[in-house]
């Protein structure tokens, strides 16, 4: 089993920044080519996508709303994935969870969330 616990959301003004993080323990072999790693984020009454995804060897991919204002990065020896949130928007208000996805199995892990809202 993995665990993900995500921390480092809140409250912050439009054009803001934060920076979440997400630290996986349990049993996990070889984090840094077994896992890719993600933030998804789900806004209220809407459904959840993807946000950003890093692979082990470090290639990324964001989803066109949020390209050139957050940053996804992994410490592969500390087993954690990072989410640097820059010119933060109202739009960006969500839950937001770190996803780990084995390789090897398909089998997909889940955070429980942390709220980012952006507002006045």
């Known amino acids: 089993q993995v665990q993900l616990v995500e921390s480092g959301g809140g409250l912050v003004q439009p054009g803001g920044s934060l920076r979440l993080s997400c630290a996986a323990s349990?049993?996990?072999?070889?984090?840094?080519?077994?896992?890719?790693m993600g933030w998804y984020r789900q806004a209220p009454g809407k459904q959840r996508e993807l946000v950003a995804l890093?692979?082990?060897?470090?290639?990324?991919n964001y989803v066109d709303s949020v390209k050139d204002r957050f940053t996804i990065s992994r410490d592969n020896d500390k087993m954690t994935v990072y989410l640097q949130m820059n010119s933060l928007k109202p739009e960006d208000t969500a839950v937001y969870y770190c996803?780990?996805?084995?390789?090897?199995?398909?089998?997909?892990?889940w955070g429980k969330g942390t709220l980012v809202t952006v507002s006045l």
């Open positions: 890093v692979t082990g060897g470090g290639s990324t």
């Open positions: 996803n780990a996805l084995l390789l090897t199995s398909g089998m997909n892990y």
């Open positions: 349990g049993s996990i072999f070889n984090f840094a080519k077994r896992y890719n």
